[in-house]
């Protein structure tokens, strides 16, 4: 019996089958049989202890033999809305570095300044996926598509809020405001920045102004910067809390 794999599968308590690109991959890549085990996650916080019951490699069947809350799932959420560059490939390292950090929540958006109007989600989403299974987290983030910046922060958010910008003023570094164990919500402007009537727009709706750091970042990097942040102060205070 081999036990091999970490899978996919959002809807395997209700349909005991993998879906086809995963049941490919089972199959057809990693050789796996009947009564192979294999690990499962719906991406919500659900891990799964399968056997195989049919090798197909279009519709791979399973039999739960366990089904497990990751018990050391964050109580805070994480979430970052950056406006995409204009090459795709920094986009989606972001994305794929960023998921394997933890993160809940992705949004991209238009901004006066932004080098990209569009983005392809469904490329996006199978870069979310793979760096999810890499990690072998239990949580598949929120991903939202392209949203003009005022209709965005106009929207209730439960937490902390925060704008990244470069231009002058009061700005404290996000780890001296941040309040951990909230929520954080992070906005990342486009290469060209936020326009000042983006920034004046976002504070007049609770977004503090914070720097992420001396140097000037690229915008993946910041939002990379942003997350990692908020994800270790919280583990910091864990550990001292341990």
Known sequence: ??????????????????????????????????????????????FYRASISLAHPKHCEVNIIETMLNTSLRTFKIHIALAPTKQTDRVEWFVEKATEIGIDAITFLNCRYSERREINTGRIEKKMISAMKQSQSPLLPQLSGMIAFKDFVGKPFDGDKFIAHCREGEKPFLQQIYAVGENALILIGPEGDFSADEISLAIAQGFKPVTLGQNRLRTETAGLVGCHTIQLLNQLESKEID
Not at 11 to 23: F, K
Request: proline share 4%; charged share 30%; hydrophobic share 40%.
């Open 1 to 46: 019996m081999v036990n091999s794999g970490f899978f996919y599968a959002p809807d395997i308590e209700a349909i005991s089958v993998l879906p086809e690109e995963e049941s490919e991959h089972a199959v057809r890549v990693l050789r796996l049989r009947e009564g192979d085990e294999i690990n499962i996650t719906d991406g919500k916080g659900f």
